[in-house]
T-cell receptor, first 116, second 110 residues
């Protein structure tokens, strides 16, 4: 099982450039997420999609856009990259754990992005 | 300010030693999870606790949820080099929001 697949693994951008981070999951999950991870800050939610066709802002959405292309794919776009967006980006999908009221997140292996 | 404070931030120990890492908050959580993250990979869920005072064991790892559901601890017995990684706690607060702590970096030397 591939699980959650993210591309690219590494990326270097110049300030003002744009790019799209790709994410796909093969587990038929409804909910998908984009997080960024910075030293000392933990994982912070950028955007999420509760189901195909819906997207919502998370804690730090400024400077980003997302597209839920279909149930499998959820992409994150930086229209005009800034040095403050240098981070490691993780995509995740979620499945409820039956009978517990809680859920399990499955993460991709991340994209390390540097904006110069 | 982090809603979830993890301590210590960094821990370097010898193989065979025991250790405890902590996850604390002033907020009440409906559930709390622990994840382990290895370099170059995403976090992987280890355990979920939902009841105040709950204790769960996963081989040499023991997880405890505080009675008031505001804190949690992870105890590792006889640590091994394979335990090396970043340990993250994540709590679900009212409004169904999931918040992550900044993590504890554990290094186990052989």
């Amino acid at each position: 099982n591939a699980g959650v697949t993210q591309t690219p693994k590494f990326q270097v951008l110049k300030t003002g450039q744009s790019m799209t981070l790709q994410c796909a999951q093969d587990m038929n999950h409804n909910s998908m997420y984009w997080y960024r991870q910075d030293p000392g800050m933990g994982l912070r939610l950028i955007y999420y999609s509760a189901s195909e066709g819906t997207t919502d802002k998370g804690e730090v959405p400024n400077g980003y856009n997302v597209s839920r292309l279909n149930k499998r794919e959820f992409s994150l776009r930086l229209e005009s990259a800034a040095p403050s967006q240098t981070s490691v980006y993780f995509c995740a999908s979620r499945i409820p754990i039956t009978g517990t009221g809680v859920e399990k997140l499955f993460f991709g292996s991340g994209t390390q992005l540097s904006v110069l | 300010t982090q809603l979830l404070e993890q301590s210590p931030q960094f821990l370097s120990i010898q193989e065979g030693e025991n250790l405890t890492v902590y996850c604390n908050s002033s907020s009440v959580f409906s559930s709390l999870q622990w994840y382990r993250q290895e370099p170059g990979e995403g976090p992987v869920l280890l355990v979920t606790v939902v009841t105040g005072g709950e204790v769960k064991k996963l081989k040499r790892l023991t997880f405890q949820f505080g009675d008031a559901r505001k804190d949690s601890s992870l105890h590792i017995t006889a640590a091994q080099p394979g335990d090396t990684g970043l340990y993250l706690c994540a709590g679900r607060v009212r409004g169904n929001k999931l918040v992550f702590g900044a993590g504890t970096i554990l290094r186990v030397k052989s």
